[in-house]
Structures are given as C-alpha cells and as structure tokens.
C-alpha cells in the first residue's frame, strides 16, 4: 500500500493513515471491504468507539435492552449469559468484513446490531446517509489510553519488542493510537450528534457509570424502545444494569475461561472497569501535556471529559 504508515506501539505493527484515521493492516482491509460492499438498513443500529472505552459494556446493554422481549432478562437461558457480547454484537471491519472476507447477514434478525471504531468520515456512505442509528461511546482520553496499554500488553505473544508507557504515550499524544487521533475521532462524532441528534446519539462512559438508570433510559428513548411503566415497576431497567455490570460478567464463566470466536480470551476485555485509574500510571508531566492537547483541541466545542 502506498499510504502513509508510521511504526507504532500497537504490537509493533505499521499503522497506516487511511482518511485520517490510523489502522493496521489487517483492519484496513475490514474498512475497505466495508465501504465498498456494506448496505445499511433504515433500522441498523451501530454502536460506535474508540477501542477501550467500553465498548463490551455497551454491547451487553445494547443486546440486552433491544431483544428484551425475544430474551426475557430474568431467564437462565439468556445469550449474554453464554456468550460474550463481541460474539453477539459483531464489528464490521474486525469480525465481519475482516481481511476482505463478504459476510452472510441471513441469521441477522432486524433490527441489526452492529459496532465498528471506524472515524465518521471512513464511514460506508450508506450509514452516513441512511436513518441508520449510531450510538457512539466515548471515555476519557486518560483511562483510554491506560486501558489500552493494558490491553495490548496482555494480548501479546512476543514481549521482547514491548514498549514503555512514556514511550506508549508519546504515540498517543501525536494520534498514533488504534483508529486515532483520539480527539478526531471523537469530535466528529461530537459535532454530527448536535447537527442530527436524531441519528447520532453520544454517550460517556463516566456519565453512564454516575448515572447509569438515566443513560439506560436515554439510549431506550433513542432507539424507540422506551421501558413501559410496567417494566419500570416490574424493575427491568434495573435487572438490565445489574446483568450488564462489570461484576456479573466479568465473573461468568464464559468470560472467565472462555474465547471469542476471533480466538481473543474472552477476560481480554475485563480488568478493573473504573474511573480513574489513570492515576495509578500518570506521571504530573503526561497528565499535564495530555490536559494541554485536549484542551487544544477540543476548544470550543463545549465538549468536556470527567476524570475521576
Ligand atoms: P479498563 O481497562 O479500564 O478496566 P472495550 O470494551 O472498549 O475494549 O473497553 C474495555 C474497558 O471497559 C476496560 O476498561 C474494561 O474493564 C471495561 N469494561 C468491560 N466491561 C465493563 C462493564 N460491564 N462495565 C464497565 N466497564 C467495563
């Protein structure tokens, strides 16, 4: 490929600058594929990230709040209960479309949950300009970061080639993170959700974390699924959170010993769930030349992230 590519701290791989947006090579294939050959449908709902802001999360909620009537929430037999939400709520460009492959949407039940961390200007014109709904979820950019160094350390085979955090964070700070520059990523989400507040819906991960029963409602609300007064009584709003939350599925069995069926360990995406933990890692220097950027570029956007 002839784009530009910078070596970054992503498992030593090239990202490669593919509209704006940092990729490696295996998921620029899956955005490729995706634009050329994905049709959106009016009803779809995609869930959009950055990776590490609590996609996982999401997803369960997602899953669980729209098939509330195919999946009853107080039945054993629940699919979150079995299976891990990335099984149940596939990414575009990482699962479906991955490498180039055409995927068979036939078992797809309308309507369709799907997720990507594609940037809104790589999007398939089909989802810009459809009905199509997007929630997209953000979370600050320090427990972001932190979350991700965890991350890919973890899910490395070969640590001889591993990196420091400063030196991590250096890359994060010039937008070499996965599908970065963070803040492009999220401004532009940002902006389209003031401008068509009907297609885009923008959640924060903390804002969800202190408030969790409002933002539930909010995001049933955006989607047309409102809980009836029944349901509110019969305490479904909060069973939902209480199935979705860290603690139940980080201990199920299926994300405890289990794998996705991309062959990533299920625990991969549980560690700590919190806000905050940045200052566990942050020197006063990198929280104060990451405070710099992001009030660099988030000016004037009334666009504001809660650390702790
Ligand atoms: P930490 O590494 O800070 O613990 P993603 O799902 O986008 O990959 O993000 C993973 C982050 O979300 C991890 O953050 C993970 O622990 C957290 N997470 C996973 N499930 C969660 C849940 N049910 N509630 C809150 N946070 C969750």
């Known amino acids: 490929t002839t784009l530009p590519k910078e070596r970054s701290w992503i498992a030593s791989h090239y990202v490669y600058n593919y509209q704006g947006l940092w990729l490696i090579e295996r998921h620029l294939g899956g955005v490729l594929a995706c634009q050329q050959q994905f049709q959106a449908q009016e009803s779809d709902i995609i869930l959009v990230t950055n990776p590490k802001s609590g996609t996982t999360w999401l997803k369960s909620l997602l899953f669980t709040l729209i098939n509330r009537k195919k999946y009853p929430i107080f039945e054993q037999d629940h699919p979150l209960l079995v299976k891990n939400s990335h099984d149940l709520v596939p990414f575009l460009e990482l699962n479906l479309y991955v490498d180039g492959q055409v995927p068979d949407?036939?078992?797809?039940?309308s309507p369709r949950l799907l997720a990507t961390h594609m940037s809104f200007a790589t999007l398939p014109k089909s989802i810009q300009d459809s009905k199509t709904k997007l929630v997209y979820l953000c979370r600050n950019p320090k427990d972001t970061f932190i979350s991700m160094w965890h991350f890919i350390n973890n899910i490395k085979v070969d640590h001889t080639d591993s990196k420091s955090i400063e030196e991590c964070f250096d890359d994060f700070c010039k937008g070499l993170s996965p599908c970065g520059p963070f803040w492009d990523h999220?401004?532009?989400?940002?902006?389209?959700?003031?401008?068509?507040?009907?297609?885009?819906?923008?959640?924060?991960?903390?804002?969800?974390k202190a408030q969790p029963k409002l933002h539930l409602k909010r995001l049933a609300e955006f989607l047309e699924?409102?809980?009836s007064i029944e349901e509110e009584k019969c305490g479904v709003v909060?069973?939902?959170?209480?199935?979705c939350s860290f603690d139940n599925l980080s201990n199920l069995e299926v994300n405890r010993n289990g794998k996705l069926s991309s062959g990533e360990e299920n625990k991969a995406y549980f560690r700590k769930g919190e806000v905050g933990d940045w200052k566990t890692y942050f020197a006063k220097e990198m929280s104060e030349k990451l405070d710099h950027i992001i009030k660099q570029k988030f000016q004037g956007s009334q666009l504001s992230f809660l650390y702790i």
């Open 105 to 109: 949407f036939s078992s797809f039940t």
């Open 186 to 208: 999220v401004l532009d989400y940002w902006k389209e959700s003031i401008e068509k507040p009907n297609k885009v819906l923008f959640l924060m991960y903390e804002e969800i």
């Open 225 to 227: 699924c409102q809980f």
């Open 238 to 243: 909060d069973e939902i959170l209480r199935m």
